[in-house]
């Protein structure tokens, strides 16, 4: 009963299927037909549409990308750029203050320099002047030396064209001699 029961319990599992697909309206070669069918479609739709939607889909995503790591290259060198231009801006900072300050130095050098070619002019000036002055000191001197002797042999003479005995003119001629040495020195 076993191998009865078992062709009854089959018999009824392929009669089950047996009627579904008669209650469906569902036909074996019609299924197999739509099968070979869907899968001529899709391969025909994989071959012809989807693999070239994809490739565009990829060629889009490379463009995307290598648009998005040419931005970031771009955003990258212009972060160099702008640490370059603040560089030399720096740098032309560094400069201008140096050529400020070597301006300055040189205007304080031209000014110690014509301030000590003035103090020596100045100096030279008065040198100079004292040197005329103390030239015409000795000239002046020397003009009331002369005036001086013209006045004491004046007065010799007057003195002496009086009858005068020696020791008068002896002491006449040690007075007048006196005084030319105090002038003198």
């Known amino acids: 009963m076993t191998t009865h029961a078992a062709e009854g319990a089959h018999g009824e599992a392929a009669s089950g299927i047996t009627k ?81 300050e070597e301006a300055r130095r040189s205007a304080k050098d031209f000014l110690d320099k014509q301030t000590q070619e003035a103090t ?14 103390e030239l015409e000191h000795k000239k002046m001197l020397a003009d009331a030396r002369t005036e001086i002797a013209r006045l004491v042999v004046t007065t010799t003479e007057r003195v002496l064209a009086k009858k005068l005995n020696d020791a008068d003119r002896a002491a006449y001629n040690e007075v007048a001699s006196r005084e030319l040495t105090e002038i003198k020195g």
């Open 20 to 100: 579904i697909t008669q209650d469906f309206g569902i036909s074996v070669p019609f299924i197999l037909a739509q099968i070979l069918s869907f899968s001529i479609v899709a391969f025909v739709l994989w071959k012809f549409a989807f693999k070239p939607v994809m490739a565009t889909l990829d060629e889009r995503q490379q463009k995307i990308a290598a648009g998005l790591k040419y931005a970031e290259d771009m955003q990258a060198k212009l972060a160099a750029t702008q640490q370059e231009t603040a560089g030399i801006i720096k740098q032309a900072n560094v400069e201008a203050s140096r050529i400020i």
């Open 120 to 133: 020596a002019k100045a100096s030279d000036l008065l040198t100079k002047a004292q040197q005329a002055i």
